[in-house]
């Protein structure tokens, strides 16, 4: 990486947090990071991650002394930070929202103009460098960039370049879709521990099923309803709609209140 970069990020939550940590278990921590939150409590958490390359400060100002500045903040608090920081944006800087719902026209709008943008929906798996990040970049945005961007973003996994308009949907699908699934998999772990298996017997068997079975559905040349039919015993066939309709109901609830948002 690039000793001369320089990383700013607005917002010391969650999201920075499994950014940061990927970087490092990456060997890949610039030399100069700048964390900024109003709450002064966030500071041990980030100064943990290294305390020698990352500052932490209680005023956004601070973060905005960076080449490549994140927003890490929720959608909201965009309308009441980005007026605050519109005016010490440097010029050649590169501002990267992490946020769903605000689109570009919205936000070059709270920046008085600034358009060097980007868009990103993170997610978890990044943190161990195997994440699913959909971005999307502004117009002025040349390709000389979006390339050095790249090379900082595929630290964290894969970056597929998608159009702005799909961003929400894969906040639904990617960036939320683990807690889809989590509780379900611990749920198998607590039951293959009832069962007698050991931690390693349960860990690999539950990583290696869930690939498998991943593959077999997405990516084999079997259809649908032949993998559906491929396992004779399935103990929860009976609750598989109530399941379905608790899916469609929220997700299909959450995704109109963020296009929704979109459109106002």
């Known amino acids: 990486m690039n000793d001369n970069l320089s990383l700013g990020f607005i917002g010391g939550g969650r999201v920075s947090y499994l950014l940061l940590e990927g970087l490092k278990r990456a060997n890949k921590l610039p030399q100069k990071i700048t964390v900024s939150d109003p709450n002064s409590s966030r500071k041990e958490i980030f100064t943990s991650i290294d305390a020698t390359k990352i500052k932490f400060s209680v005023q956004n100002s601070d973060s905005l002394n960076s080449r490549i500045i994140f927003l890490a903040v929720h959608p909201p608090l965009l309308k009441e930070v980005l007026p605050q920081i519109k005016n010490s944006l440097p010029s050649d800087s590169i501002l990267i929202s992490l946020a769903p719902v605000v689109k570009m026209t919205a936000l070059k709008q709270l920046l008085g103009g600034f358009d060097r943008l980007v868009r990103m929906i993170p997610n978890a798996p990044s943190i161990i ?3 699913y990040n959909p971005v999307c970049f502004e117009n002025s945005v040349s390709e000389s960039v979006k390339k050095d961007l790249q090379i900082l ?3 964290w996994g894969k970056c597929p370049e ?3 308009e799909k961003l929400e949907a ?7 879709g683990p807690t889809y699934f989590w509780f379900q998999w611990l749920e198998l ?5 009832q069962f007698n298996l050991s931690r390693e017997e349960i860990y690999k068997s539950l990583n290696e099923m869930n690939l498998g079975a991943s593959q077999l559905l997405f990516n084999s040349d079997y259809s649908t309803d032949e993998v559906l039919d491929m396992i004779p015993v399935k103990p929860l066939h009976e609750d ?9 109901s929220r997700l299909s609830g959450l995704y109109s209140k963020l296009t929704v948002k979109n459109k106002e």
């Open 129 to 131: 460098g195997q994440g």
């Open 153 to 155: 973003f595929t630290t």
């Open 162 to 164: 998608v159009d702005e």
């Open 170 to 176: 894969y906040a639904i699908l990617t960036a939320m």
């Open 189 to 193: 772990k607590r039951l293959g521990t």
């Open 240 to 248: 598989e709609e109530t399941i379905r309709q608790i899916m469609n």
